[in-house]
């Protein structure tokens, strides 16, 4: 190999010789979970490489989940259980708990019964006299981390016996019963900006780019149910997908 490609090779691989050195401190507990990383400079200047290199290594470091970077204040340990949190929690099936990488304590709702519009209406391609709208922020330690809007028939509420005077009811329904009791469930996943003045009470990110996962619950008739809106800021979000071979034995 001629030695200037040699050079440019030893180069490019820098950063990976600094991901190393860094993964390292973190696990020997130099840089214990949620600590703060030294700042980009003296990362750059302890290791000897060029701000541009010691990015890369962070950004890797950031996406293999040891990391999680705050615009504006710098770089943050991840505990190994917010890392592993979404595999272990393989089956859960709300957005939010499985795709969020800090795990919310606590969930704010509120909600208002309105006529449809002709959008929703269309949406769910029946008859709605009435709709059930709720909002729900999700917090981590008092901090917003993620939002989701909800939207489904009155007469689904009826039929569950849902009890609208105990928020805890429908709280309990749209976080889990709708997962248990659904038939199947279409779920789509895009990028958006629209986190921030969708969630009105509260600043979710100051990046102004989520994960919106777009959810569509049916029955067993494969009527739809209920409508949901998950929006997780994008330096919050990571889904894992498992794919299993299906065994000889069991074909």
């Known amino acids: ?18 991901y190393d050195q860094l993964y390292e401190l973190i696990q020997d507990g130099t840089f214990p979970a949620g600590s703060q990383l030294p700042s980009e400079a003296n ?7 060029s701000r541009m290199t010691l990015r890369k290594a962070l950004s890797l470091l950031r996406d293999d989940g040891f990391l999680q970077n705050v615009p504006g204040v710098g770089h943050f340990v991840l505990s190994p259980d917010g890392k592993e949190r979404t595999a272990k929690d393989g ?13 919310p304590d606590l969930a704010e709702l509120s909600f ?5 519009t002709k959008a929703i209406s269309d949406s769910f391609g029946q008859y709605l006299p009435a709709v059930v709208i709720a909002d729900r922020w999700y917090k981590r330690h008092s901090v917003p981390v993620a939002y989701s809007l909800s939207i489904l028939p009155i007469e689904q509420i009826e039929a569950r016996k849902i009890d609208l005077n105990s928020t805890e009811e429908l709280l309990q329904y749209l976080e889990k019963t709708c997962y248990e009791t659904m038939g199947s ?8 900006t629209a986190g921030n003045f969708s969630s009105d009470s509260y600043t979710l990110s100051g990046r102004d780019s989520f994960l919106l996962v ?10 739809m149910i209920l409508q949901n809106k998950h929006y997780i800021p994008f330096d919050l979000f990571k889904i894992e997908i498992l794919l299993e071979k299906e065994s000889a034995s069991g074909r």
């Open 1 to 18: 190999m001629p030695a200037d490609s040699q050079t440019s090779r030893t180069q490019k691989l820098k950063h990976l010789k600094v």
């Open 43 to 49: 990362l750059a200047e302890q290791a000897q490489v």
């Open 91 to 103: 089956a859960a099936l709300h957005p939010v708990y499985a795709y969020c990488t800090k795990e």
């Open 112 to 116: 208002r019964i309105e006529p449809p």
């Open 185 to 192: 469930c279409r779920r789509t996943c895009s990028h958006s």
């Open 214 to 223: 777009l959810e569509n619950i049916y029955d067993g008739n494969h009527r």
